[in-house]
């Protein structure tokens, strides 16, 4: 079972949720940060023996003695990484998607495949054992995307017999980032706050998830702080709300401290495990209603 | 013109509750909220709509299933994988489309058309602290950099009809696409930041992401209480990177109860916090004054 934690809003949890759900895990669980412009998990699972794969792009090189300046992969770049000025031909490599097809209209083999970093993919395993992956962007590199991919490529080599279960802490926001990083969950947990943002981007983020028709709970963080609209919105929409963390000062400053949740006491360690089993039976229930379906 | 733009690389850190505050303060700003992601300004600003647009960018795939032979070209020059057979055809999974619009030139049959895509919808609009611009993108698509572009020129033009000369923007989290695109031509960026692992972890991507772009920038401290440790930890980085630090808040619920209420921190209610908030304004002006930086890098949109 994959199950991705996600947020639309930034800053609601999601990493604390991720970090406890793994450390209360009763079967061996992998655990991916895809949160690669600020990757957070490896700071509270701390792995060690950390292992750095570099991750790339192919994008275009010049041979400029075959160039013959015809502009055919100019006009059919759509990023504005080409450009024909008089007698010269301009490469932007930060603006290439790597799409090839410049490669493919070069009728005079002029272009070939460069590379672009795009930042690294990092293996490590927790002091108990639990591996840790996380995706790490390369700074001022504008898209994530790709590099999710590498990461999503890695996390399937190491799935397989041992390793079942992963959770996967997603990026925040509804765009291409996010929804690449949910794209293989069985459940995605949607962790907000109790609060006029926290309400506006939960609800950006079930419309955004909605039509992957994955099953999607609830957890709703610092409870108790702002208002209750969180829990009419989940009964209009019929999602279940599968735990409620409070707002309590020791909570922020043990997080302030590198702690995860699940261990600052007994109360949270079952409020965790109460959590997961919360989402086993989600996806048990969705997966009847797939069979009887 | 001057703009400051607030990001923070973390979420949640308090980037909109402050650029709510600042727009109370300042009375004389655009308002420009650059999070198109999950834009959370509007709830506090209460904009009424005077004008909106679609945001058009780029085009998408789409084969016409009369004059497609299923040759299966296009699938197999596609780097996204965002070709598909289904039932003997193919077609296009618009969202995995990047819009490179290989396929459309290498399908044989000329069967692949190429439209604009509508990415979102952006507002121009008049709030109780001023004008303001603003936009949302439509749930998991892309292209959220141009965005943030648009909404850029639109606040400059908004500045310029109103005679007013500051924009203050509020960013997105991350150091991604549409981050990148919202510095530039930023007079000043603040970084909000808290005094947790991951706040200084992802305040060190934000500060190297303003330095290999070259904008200036300076960081407040938000729930500064929570840890002395990493209080500390903040000031000792800012310092070795020479950014001022222009402030500190402490963790207080007076954010989430305006929030709550609708109001920008500094506003009905007096609290200590909003005095602060006031003071940390003040401190923002003579770092505004300075003479804004300029590009020496390509900004990729």
Redesign the interface.
């Known amino acids: 079972m994959i199950i991705a934690v996600a947020s639309g809003k930034g800053g609601t949890g999601k990493t604390t949720v991720s970090a406890s759900l793994v450390s209360v895990w009763k079967r061996p669980v992998l655990a991916v940060d895809m949160d690669v412009e600020e990757p957070n998990l490896h700071l509270f699972l701390k792995p060690e023996s950390v292992s750095t794969e570099m991750a790339q792009l192919a994008v275009p090189l010049l041979d400029k003695e075959r160039c013959t300046l015809c502009g055919a992969c100019a006009e059919l770049c759509q990023f504005k990484a080409i450009s024909l000025l008089g007698k010269n031909l301009i490469l932007f490599p930060d603006m290439c998607h790597g799409c090839g097809g410049c490669l493919r209209v070069c009728s005079e083999g002029a272009l070939r495949k460069g590379q672009r970093e795009l930042g690294v993919v990092e293996t490590g395993i927790t002091a108990v054992g639990i591996p840790c992956m996380t995706g790490r962007l390369r700074i001022g590199e504008a898209m994530s995307p790709p590099l999710m991919g590498k990461v999503r490529q890695r996390m399937r080599a190491i799935m397989g017999k041992e390793f079942r279960d992963v959770i996967i802490d997603a990026p925040p926001g509804v765009s291409c980032p996010a929804m690449t990083s949910v794209q293989d969950a069985d459940v995605i947990l949607l962790v907000t706050e109790p609060t006029p943002f926290g309400l506006h981007d939960l609800r950006l983020a079930w419309q955004a998830f909605r039509p992957f028709g994955k099953p999607m709970g609830v957890v709703i963080n610092r409870a108790g702080l702002g208002d209750e609209k969180i829990q009419a919105f989940c009964s209009e929409k019929e999602l279940p709300l599968l735990a409620e963390i409070p707002f309590r000062r020791d909570i922020a400053e043990h997080y302030a401290h590198g702690g995860v949740l699940a261990c600052l006491d007994a109360g949270m360690r079952t409020l965790f495990e109460n959590l997961a089993e919360r989402v086993e039976r989600l996806e048990r229930m969705a997966l009847m209603e797939v069979s009887h379906a | 013109m001057r703009e400051l733009v607030v990001i923070s690389?973390?979420?949640?850190?308090g980037k909109?509750s402050l650029t709510a505050a600042f727009a109370h303060l300042a009375r004389n700003a655009v308002l420009c909220d650059l999070d198109?992601?999950?834009p959370?300004l509007h709830?506090i600003a209460e904009p009424s709509i005077q004008r909106s647009g679609p945001f058009l960018s780029?085009?998408v795939a789409e084969i016409d299933p009369e004059a497609c032979k299923g040759c299966g070209a296009c699938e197999g020059?596609c780097?996204?994988g965002a070709i598909r057979k289904v039932d003997g055809r193919f077609v296009v999974d618009a969202?995995h489309c990047?819009?490179?619009?290989?396929c459309v030139?290498?399908c044989p049959e000329g069967a692949i058309n190429f439209p604009d895509r509508l990415c979102g919808t952006w507002y121009e609009s008049e709030t109780r602290f001023g004008p303001m611009v603003h936009a949302l993108?439509d749930?998991?698509?892309?292209n959220?950099?141009k965005l943030v572009t648009l909404l850029k020129a639109k606040a400059r033009e908004q500045a310029s009809k109103f005679g007013l000369d500051l924009i203050l923007s509020d960013g997105?989290?991350?150091?991604?696409?549409p981050?990148?695109s919202s510095l530039s031509q930023a007079s000043l960026v603040l970084l909000v930041t808290?005094?947790?692992?991951?706040g200084l972890?992802?305040l060190e991507?934000v500060v190297?992401?303003c330095r290999?772009?070259r904008i200036r920038s300076t960081v407040l401290i938000n729930?500064a209480d929570?840890?002395p440790?990493?209080q500390t930890a903040i000031h000792a980085f800012c310092d070795a990177k020479d950014i001022p630090v222009v402030g500190h808040l402490p963790?207080d619920?007076a954010v989430?109860e305006a929030?709550?209420r609708?109001q920008a921190v500094t506003e009905g209610i007096d609290t200590p916090f909003g005095a602060q908030v006031r003071r940390i304004w003040l401190n923002l002006q003579p770092l505004l004054e300075a003479p804004s930086s300029s590009f020496s890098k390509?900004i990729?949109?």
């Open positions: 690389g973390k979420g949640g850190t909109t198109v992601d999950a959370d709830l780029g085009h020059v780097a996204y969202p990047e819009g490179c619009k290989v030139v290498s993108l749930p998991g698509l892309e959220s950099g997105a989290p991350g150091i991604g696409c981050v990148i808290e005094p947790t692992p991951s972890h992802d991507r190297e992401l290999h772009f729930k929570l840890s440790e990493y963790h619920p989430t929030m709550v609708g390509e990729p949109s």
